[in-house]
């Protein structure tokens, strides 16, 4: 027999709706306000508006962080019973499990309302719920990997939003720890066994993605019980490669897979602690200082070892800065017949680009 809907008490409704109808996200609320201002008796179900709910992230992923909170306070004041809780629970299993690329959305979902519905009934909370309905499916996995091409779909989907829930949902412990939950790691490499013991493209391509998404948190936490289960997955990887009749392209998956494992899942070591460039650690440093020659013709740069001694006889040479000074003052007293025909007005772009050169230079001679 079909379990009766949840409908919500008028009462509460229209303090939810009609008075504040902040408490529902803007981009859908307006479908129910304008029917409780039209004074409609029809008020949605629980399930109506969390199927809304869910297909509003589903349309729009970037309205989570702005909308779950109210969506939970909401939730707050429905969901009080154990059927409703239920209920709540199913929805978005289903959501996460058949509507592509909802799986991470859903586990995001899944472990914010894990730590902040306040229900928790006898028969369990959230979270609870929430892994013994992922247990139900999970029991049947060597049944699903082997059915028809729907069932193994729908096994898929399961595998991948187990894959995310390990990655997000967070189990606080009692001294405030953060961590993930254990069973679920557990139950991730039993999925893999079962994929790969019914070596089908689909079941195949499964699993590459499972690992590429939790391998490289599922072989750091192996290591740290000191276990090896990575390295028996990359060694059934390469007997499935040699042995099994799958096509040519999911060969070539796999043997990606071993190779991003090999590459430490594709991350990457911490840059080195940044050093100023020296003449010492950078054998680039003189790359673009300018060249000069001597009086004889013999170029050098700041390279040359004996650049002070040379770039000083340069200074000191009376043609190369007759009667100037250093800021270009003329002691002579007559005037240069050509630098006198010279607009006092230089160009913009060479007035602008002569300063930056005037500051490169000053900041070079400080050094």
């Not at 399961?158 to 405030?176: A, D, H, P, R």
């Not at 002070?308 to 000191?316: D, S």
Request: hydrophobic content about 35%; overall charge negative; aromatic content about 10%.
């Amino acid at each position: 027999m079909a379990k009766p809907q949840v409908v919500v008490a008028p009462v509460l409704m229209s303090k939810l709706s009609v008075n504040a109808p902040e408490f529902y996200p803007s981009s859908y609320s307006s479908n129910y306000t304008e029917s409780y201002e039209d004074g409609c008796e029809d008020y949605p179900t629980l399930s109506e508006y969390v199927q809304d709910f869910l297909n509003h992230l589903t349309e729009q992923p970037g309205s989570f962080e702005t909308e779950i909170g109210q969506f939970a306070e909401t939730l707050n004041g429905w969901v009080t019973t154990d059927d409703a809780l239920q209920e709540l629970m199913e929805l978005i299993y289903q959501q996460a499990t058949s509507i592509p690329n909802f799986s991470y959305m859903g586990a995001r979902l899944c472990n914010y309302l894990s730590h902040h519905l306040t229900i928790s009934p006898q028969s369990g909370n959230f979270r609870q719920l929430l892994l013994q309905r992922c247990r139900t499916e999970y029991e049947v996995k060597d049944q699903a990997a082997k059915g028809d091409e729907v069932t193994r779909k729908r096994f898929h989907a399961f595998v991948l939003f187990l894959g995310e829930l390990y990655l997000n949902l967070e189990i606080k412990g009692t001294n405030g720890q953060v961590t993930r939950a254990d069973i679920l790691q557990t139950g991730l490499r039993e999925l893999l066994n079962a994929l790969f013991s019914n070596p089908m493209d689909d079941n195949l391509i499964c699993a590459v993605k499972l690992l590429k998404l939790t391998g490289s948190v599922l072989e750091d936490a192996w290591k740290e019980k000191g276990k090896t289960d990575m390295e028996e997955i990359i060694q059934r990887i390469e007997n499935v490669v040699l042995d099994a009749n799958c096509s040519r392209d999911v060969k070539q998956m796999l043997l990606k897979l071993v190779e991003l494992r090999s590459s430490n899942w594709g991350r990457v070591h911490a840059a080195s602690t940044y050093r100023e460039a020296t003449p010492e650690n950078d054998p680039n440093y003189f790359m673009n200082e300018p060249t000069f020659y001597t009086s004889d013709g013999v170029p050098f740069t700041a390279a040359d070892p004996d650049y002070q001694e040379k770039y000083q006889e340069l200074l000191e040479r009376e043609d190369f800065f007759p009667d100037y000074e250093e800021n270009g003052t003329d002691l002579s007293g007559g005037g240069d017949p050509y630098l006198d025909d010279i607009d006092d007005e230089m160009d913009p772009e060479i007035e602008e680009a002569y300063e930056k050169f005037c500051l490169e230079s000053e900041r070079k001679r400080k050094q």
